[in-house]
């Protein structure tokens, strides 16, 4: 059965017991109106009654015609409403209380000579009048015993409606939370397989089906899950596989930007500064030299026969001496001086925190006995010879650019000079000091 047929059951059942109710609450309603009106009708009779009760005392105080047609009209009175109740009081009491009035006006009718006489209390008066009041009481107690009855018939009645009427009730209220009861049960079980489900296609499960026996709306919401979980399968990658992947190619990218990073700044070639990449770093290093009052060298270097071993034993060879010189100059240093490569043969070397012009001497005795030790190469052991010019911070020069040319002319100087293996630029001679 579908869920909706299984709520149109609920809601049915709910307004057949709204119904019900609405049935008992107004049966009970018009049982309690017979019984007012039935109560209300005895009451008047009870009234009659103690109405004529009345004018028999005024008749034994005031014994006259007048009265005594009082007296007719009272038992006249309380004969028609005894007749107008016959469906309030039993007629075995409308009959009793009926023939007790006949009695009383048959006294009136016999005993009228009685009371044109003297007024005087005699034996026959006071029989007469007791007899009045036992009528009376006799008709006092019918009334009271029709009214004890019915107020007895009608608490009997209403305890049975109550009775079979809430048995109707409790029966059907019972079915309808029974009926409601499994169907919630039903329903939060098939949700919860259901969120299950959906909680494990959130976490990349694809493969689980989902089963549902009943055929209703849910187990066709579980055929829609399956078909969609089947098509993700096939269009989707596993969740850790595309993490994977995902982290690979971040690696990948983060690997890209470092190298690309690295090959704006160093020569593709040596692995050191480019001409760009070392003016930057050696900029900072001039303010750093300055701000902190500190001696600092600028050194040039060309490898002097470098063209002559290249054009012998071929490009590949010099490439392979220009990596083995870039290695040996980056040892030489220490690891807070800057070495790059301008380009071709030609290197430039920034050294930083110099104390004396001794400590820089030992700097370039150690460069030049680095560069000039024997290489060995897949064709033959090869010896370099370096030309080095040197300008010194702060006393050559304060910027970089005027450091760079006073070295190159330095270094010009110790090429062009056989015996000099390198020269500081304040050591040129005069005429070519600029």
């Known amino acids: 059965m579908k869920i909706g047929q299984k709520l149109n059951i609920v809601v049915y059942a709910c307004a057949a017991l709204t119904l019900v109710t609405l049935l008992i609450t107004v ?226 990218l983060r690997e890209q930007q470092h190298q690309l990073k690295f090959l704006a700044e160093h020569d593709e070639l040596t692995g050191l500064f480019n001409r760009r990449a070392f003016e930057s770093h050696v900029d900072v290093a001039l303010m750093r030299a300055n701000r902190a009052q500190t001696n600092a060298a600028l050194l040039f270097i060309d490898l002097n026969n470098f063209k002559q071993v290249n054009d012998t034993y071929g490009h590949g060879v010099g490439d392979e001496l220009l990596r083995v010189v870039s290695q040996r100059l980056k040892h030489a240093v220490r690891r807070s001086d800057l070495v790059g490569r301008l380009g071709g043969d030609e290197f430039i070397v920034w050294l930083d925190l110099l104390t004396d012009k001794d400590a820089l001497n030992e700097v370039i005795r150690r460069i030049q006995d680095d560069v000039h030790a024997p290489i060995l190469t897949e064709k033959a052991e090869l010896s370099l010879v370096s030309s080095i010019g040197v300008s010194c911070f702060p006393t050559d020069g304060l910027e970089l650019q005027q450091m760079m040319n006073q070295a190159d002319a330095a270094m010009y100087y110790a090429k062009t000079h056989a015996n000099e293996r390198h020269c500081l630029y304040s050591n040129l001679p005069a005429e070519r000091i600029q």
């Open 27 to 252: 049966e009970l309603f018009q049982k309690q109106s017979q019984t007012q009106v039935r109560l209300d009708r005895i009451v008047a009779v009870h009234s009659q009654i103690d109405s004529l009760r009345g004018r028999l005392w005024l008749y034994r105080q005031y014994p006259s015609a007048q009265t005594r047609q009082d007296v007719y009209q009272s038992t006249n009175a309380l004969r028609a409403q005894l007749s107008s109740d016959q469906h309030a009081i039993p007629p075995q009491s409308v009959q009793s209380m009926t023939q007790a009035a006949d009695s009383i006006d048959r006294l009136l009718d016999t005993t009228t000579d009685q009371f044109g006489r003297e007024q005087s209390v005699d034996e026959g008066r006071l029989m007469l009048f007791s007899r009045f009041n036992i009528l009376l009481q006799a008709m006092s107690e019918a009334a009271f015993s029709v009214r004890q009855q019915a107020m007895h018939d009608a608490s009997k009645q209403q305890k049975m409606l109550l009775v079979v009427h809430g048995g109707i009730l409790v029966l059907l209220a019972l079915l309808v939370t029974i009926f409601a009861t499994r169907l919630r049960r039903r329903l939060r079980q098939r949700l919860k397989t259901l969120h299950s489900t959906v909680t494990q296609i959130k976490k990349g499960d694809l493969t689980t089906e989902l089963i549902m026996t009943d055929k209703d709306e849910l187990t066709e919401l579980a055929d829609h899950v399956n078909e969609m979980k089947h098509a993700l399968s096939h269009t989707m990658v596993d969740k850790n596989q595309l993490s994977e992947e995902v982290a690979r190619q971040t690696q990948q």
